[in-house]
């Protein structure tokens, strides 16, 4: 049987994870960094309910009477669907930073620190 003050404290964490995390507006005219930034919040916002959804999960499939959780394998759809919605995320958000460099910088991965030279 799962001790119960895991679980509590499992909420708890990912509670105070969440409140650390607050993303900043992203502005009209944004920066590529904007977007990489969010990717990294997003990115981290979806371990942390993972981990905290499989502990809820992992408690209910102990102390069920039957195999129904575990039978459906609940804890790995949990992985592979936030996993696929992770990268589904921060790729669309790493494409729009990649997307706003290019135009902005003329694709130089250096951004606006970087002299050209000979320009």
């Known amino acids: 049987m799962a001790d119960r003050t895991n679980i509590a404290k499992a909420h708890a964490d990912f509670v105070m994870e969440l409140a650390a995390r607050k993303p900043c507006p992203i502005a009209i005219d ?4 904007d977007f990489t930034a969010r990717a990294v919040c997003c990115e981290a916002l979806i371990e942390g309910m993972q981990q905290h ?3 809820l999960v992992a408690d209910a499939a102990e102390n069920e009477p039957g195999r129904a959780i575990r039978d459906a394998d609940l ?5 592979a669907h936030l996993g696929d919605l992770k990268s589904d995320i921060t790729g669309t958000l790493e494409e ?3 997307r706003i460099r290019d135009e902005r910088y003329d694709g130089c991965p250096r951004g606006p620190f970087y002299r050209r ?3």
Not at 75 to 79: E, F, T, Y
């Open 117 to 119: 030279r000979g320009s």
């Open 96 to 98: 729009i930073a990649e």
């Open 30 to 33: 944004p920066d590529p960094e």
């Open 53 to 55: 959804l499989t502990a």
């Open 75 to 79: 804890l790995a759809s949990i992985a």
